[in-house]
Nanobody
Framework: QVHLVESGGGTVQPGESLRLSCLASGFTFSSYFMSWYRQVPEKERELVAGISGSGAATNYADTVNGRFTISRDNSQNTIYLQMNNLQPEDTAMYYC?????????WGQGTQVTVST
């Protein structure tokens, strides 16, 4: 059974940093592309960043490129999202996702709030 658990969210002030984690189980972790998404109420969930199974390839939304870094530790079945210089518009619920056997699996999410 595929299981994803996010952690690391919280409330920070503009300009501060957070690191999110997503622990995965139930599939061969190193073989799968993993992604971070975020969602605010009444809006579509949007892709933030993705990383290949080996970690060699990454991609980012324009809105976070240069501020966020996605990485993974295949020995720990975990992906990370280092978020620097956070801004109020980064406030959202953050989710990790894997597409396994033609089905998308999501974690429960972790809330990030950027506020003065």
């Amino acid at each position: 059974q595929v299981h994803l658990v996010e952690s690391g969210g919280g409330t920070v002030q503009p300009g501060e940093s957070l690191r999110l984690s997503c622990l995965a189980s139930g599939f061969t972790f190193s073989s799968y592309f993993m992604s971070w998404y975020r969602q605010v109420p009444e809006k579509e969930r949007e892709l933030v960043a993705g990383i290949s199974g080996s970690g060699a390839a990454t991609n980012y939304a324009d809105t976070v490129n240069g501020r966020f870094t996605i990485s993974r530790d295949n020995s720990q079945n975990t992906i990370y999202l280092q978020m620097n210089n956070l801004q109020p518009e980064d406030t959202a619920m953050y989710y990790c996702k894997v597409r396994w056997r033609a089905t998308d699996y999501w974690g429960q999410g972790t809330q990030v709030t950027v506020s003065t």
